[in-house]
């Protein structure tokens, strides 16, 4: 899939972990790990919303298009 | 009714069933078989009474076509009641992800096997009346199995829009568990 799941780099600039994002965005781990390996199909926008307050960021930092 | 209570009765009323088709399958090729090799003169009392003689005398060559067709449709049937009781037996279907692969592809091997009996089964009426139009005394087709052929069809085709149905429900089911 062409658009690629950066999660992790923003974790690791905010040197948070995935059980403290989990437990900040009130997403079980399981979903936490479909979306940082990239297997996830759809992202909800109150998802993204919860992801980007805990990180601090833009939905542009955790999702990037490559052609 | 609760679902799994159905199931259970479903599973035991598949059993007897499957042992009904396959005493009808096992008794047509046997009595084939002992006609066409032992004794011929079983082919007057040929399987569940059916009279055979004629055919037989006409010649063995139809007889044993004839037979093969009877034999054919009750074999596939006896495999359709064999899918169901191992899918019951196997507990594929779950309640809780009713769109699974697994029932996909029980819901397409049943619709296959549902379109060669109704062929064979369509085959044998009209082999039949070709016989019967030879002045070949025949038994009814509804006597040697063979009536309904429309009806399987029918059938097939039903399940397998199913079948097709369920390769959807199984896509939606799949992006809505992938879905955070």
């Given amino acids: 899939m062409p658009i690629i799941v950066n999660l992790d780099v923003m974790m690791a600039k905010r040197k948070m ?19 940082k390996t990239g297997k996830a199909k759809a992202v909800r926008f109150s998802t993204l919303e919860a992801i980007c307050k805990a990180l601090n960021c833009q939905p542009g930092d955790i999702l990037e298009f490559v052609d | 009714m609760k679902t799994r209570t159905i199931l259970k009765i479903l599973h035991v009323l598949s059993w007897v069933i499957f042992i009904g088709v396959c005493i009808e399958a096992g008794g047509s090729i046997f009595s084939a078989f002992y006609t066409l090799v032992i004794n011929p003169v079983n082919a007057s009392t040929f399987w569940e009474g059916n009279d055979l003689s004629a055919l037989y005398k006409y010649d063995p060559g139809h007889f044993f076509a004839e037979t ?5 449709a009750a074999v596939l049937k006896a495999c ?89 429900g199984i896509e939606i089911q799949t992006e809505n568990e992938l879905t955070v």
């Fill in chain 1, 17 to 35: 972990s995935l059980n403290e994002l989990s437990e900040k965005v009130d997403l079980t781990l399981a979903n936490l790990s479909i979306l």
């Fill in chain 2, 68 to 72: 093969s067709l009877i034999s054919i």
């Fill in chain 2, 80 to 168: 359709i009641f064999y899918l169901v009781i191992k899918m019951l037996h196997d507990k594929k279907l779950s309640l809780s992800q009713p769109f699974n692969n697994e029932v996909r592809l029980f819901i397409l091997k049943v619709s296959y096997l549902t379109f060669g009996i109704a062929l064979f089964t369509w085959w044998g009426v009209n082999y039949t009346g070709w016989l019967v139009s030879q002045g070949v005394k025949m038994p009814d087709t509804q006597h040697l199995r063979l009536g309904g052929a429309d009806v399987w069809l029918f059938m097939g085709v039903t399940l397998f829009v199913i079948a097709q149905i369920f390769k959807r």
